[in-house]
């Protein structure tokens, strides 16, 4: 499918709407009087958006560069690093300051963890959701699809980068690492990268034929959550088949795999859609892109945020305009804590580039692009 700047826009929508969605999700689960916001309730078909993004925009942008293997890697390690470890230096540090003032919700919150280097280490490695003793960041449980993503990066680049005899066993040795849950939705990451291979998948269908699909496919995935389709087929795969639980997160599959399909069609019939619908996300461009800006953040520093004050808030006080005030304030907070994080990409990109270029590690060109 062809990027132009109204599909760009689009998909910057889509990133900012999935992180919101994630958000809301939680912040009903904690507690958070929102649930009557429709969209609260798909944060985890949200996740196989990103997945279908990312494998998009990854191979779009890869193959635009046309950088080398450094340029890949410097791309992708800027991108992760710059929000994921202040992510989890702030976890950390909020759990041990929990931990300290208010020892009896650290006992009972699920997601609190004691300190652990295996639990930090795991993390910065993104191997929660590998072969090994569960681990998982402390008060961040959405951290686990993080862990997905960057080891499709590692595949992909092999893949795409690799060449001689060692190519493939590199990528069966990084496949067996990453371990069964993640390898199995890795298909949905490729099939976003399949939509961005060929532009001529864009087709060419009547407006009103575009609308009914672009909006079917996305009432499609509301239908398959509302009718707790999804959880009705991994009940019945983890009776059935042993050792299905070791998928983990990845354990609604079949049910993600009709998800991904469905996005994929959507994002097709988009470019057929009637000229005012591609129109207003191209003149609002500007907008998208400056609440895609902070997406990533707001995705990996939201969870604890929701989980303590969902907490500390005595729910016989939980309204609808102290739920919204505080939605407000997450999104302010993150969008401020973005100046930190992921609008840091230049400098990290220029340390990772003197970084290769002092140890010798393949020749280094141009200055690459981040997602």
Same mark, same amino acid.
Request: glycine share 6%; aromatic share 16%; proline share 5%.
């Given at each position: ?183 199995? =939705?890795?298909?949905?990451?490729? /099939?976003?990268?399949? *939509?961005?291979?060929?532009? %001529? +998948? !864009? @087709? ?122 505080? =939605?407000?304030?997450?999104?302010? /907070?993150?969008?401020? *804590?973005?100046?930190?994080? %992921? +609008? !840091? @990409? ?26």
């Amino acid at each position: 499918m062809k990027l132009t700047p109204s599909f760009s826009s689009y998909l910057d929508f889509l990133r900012f709407g999935a992180a919101l969605t994630v958000l809301l999700g939680h912040m009903v689960q904690d507690g958070f009087a929102l649930g009557w916001i429709p969209i609260a309730y798909l944060s985890h078909e949200a996740v196989i958006v990103f997945f279908v993004m990312s494998g998009y925009i990854v191979y779009a942008s890869t193959v635009a560069r046309q950088g080398s293997a450094a340029d890949y890697f410097i791309a992708r390690a800027s991108r992760i690093y710059s929000v994921a470890l202040p992510a989890v230096v702030f976890c950390v540090v909020l759990s041990l300051g929990l931990a300290w003032i208010w020892p009896a919700l650290a006992a009972i919150e699920p997601s609190w963890r004691p300190f652990s280097l295996a639990d930090i280490g795991a993390s910065l490695l993104f191997l929660n959701e590998s072969w090994g003793p569960p681990t998982d960041l402390t008060l961040n449980g959405p951290y686990w699809s993080l862990c997905y993503e960057v080891w499709y990066y590692v595949l992909f680049g092999i893949a795409y980068f690799g060449r001689g005899r060692w190519r493939w066993p590199l990528f069966a040795i990084a496949a067996a690492i990453a371990g069964p849950a993640i390898i199995v =939705l890795f298909p949905i990451w490729l /099939f976003g990268a399949w *939509l961005a291979a060929s532009p %001529e +998948r !864009q @087709l060419k269908l009547a407006p009103s034929v575009a609308f009914a699909i672009w909006l079917g496919s996305f009432l499609f995935v509301c239908a398959i959550q509302w009718s707790s389709l999804d959880r009705f087929v991994m009940s019945w795969l983890h009776d059935h088949i042993p050792g299905f639980w070791r998928l983990e997160a990845a354990q609604r599959v079949v049910t993600d795999y009709a998800i991904a399909l469905a996005l994929g069609a959507h994002l097709v019939a988009y470019g057929s859609l009637p000229l005012a619908v591609r129109s207003f996300f191209e003149r609002t461009r500007a907008q998208w892109t400056f609440l895609a800006g902070f997406s990533f953040t707001l995705y990996l520093f939201h969870r604890p945020l929701t989980t303590l004050a969902g907490e500390a808030i005595d729910k016989e006080h939980m309204s609808v305009p102290l739920s919204l005030g505080f =939605l407000a304030l997450v999104l302010v /907070f993150c969008w401020l *804590l973005s100046f930190v994080t %992921e +609008r !840091q @990409l230049p400098r990290w990109r220029a340390a990772l580039r003197r970084l290769l270029t002092a140890i010798g590690w393949m020749p280094v060109r141009g200055s690459g692009a981040a997602r």
